[in-house]
């Protein structure tokens, strides 16, 4: 069975730092897309910062010059460093990884449990 674990988030004052972490295990063949989405209250989960197996980036616009993910293939792992947060930062953060469980099967998507970030005062 595949499990993407996370660990990190809490609590921070506006300005604070926080990293999350996302490790993939279980049956997997090949780790493709990866990175983190959040969900604020009363709104819908959003993208937050990808990277693929060539480490290709995509930031959301909000987060660009504040957040910095990276990835460690041998280890399935992705890393999400959050700088100067804002209030505004609060949500949900879940990891997210698409990947082949085998060499002939389809591309399936997984979801992590989601860790809470609180940015406040």
């Known amino acids: 069975q595949v499990q993407l674990m996370e660990s990190g988030g809490g609590l921070v004052q506006p300005g604070g730092s926080l990293g999350v972490s996302c490790a993939a295990s279980?049956?997997?063949?090949?780790?493709?897309?990866m990175g983190w989405y959040r969900q604020a209250p009363g709104k819908q989960r959003e993208l937050v910062a990808t990277?693929?197996?060539?480490?290709?980036?995509n930031y959301a616009e909000s987060v660009k010059g504040r957040f910095t993910i990276s990835r460690d293939n041998a280890q399935n792992t992705v890393w999400l460093q959050m700088n100067n947060l804002k209030p505004e930062d609060t949500a949900v953060y879940y990891c997210?990884?698409?990947?082949?469980?085998?060499?002939?099967?389809?591309?399936?998507?997984?979801w992590g449990q989601g860790t809470q970030v609180t940015v406040s005062s």
């Open positions: 997210y990884a698409e990947l082949w469980a085998t060499d002939y099967g389809g591309l399936s998507a997984y």
């Open positions: 279980g049956t997997i063949f090949s780790l493709g897309n």
């Open positions: 990277v693929d197996s060539r480490r290709v980036f």
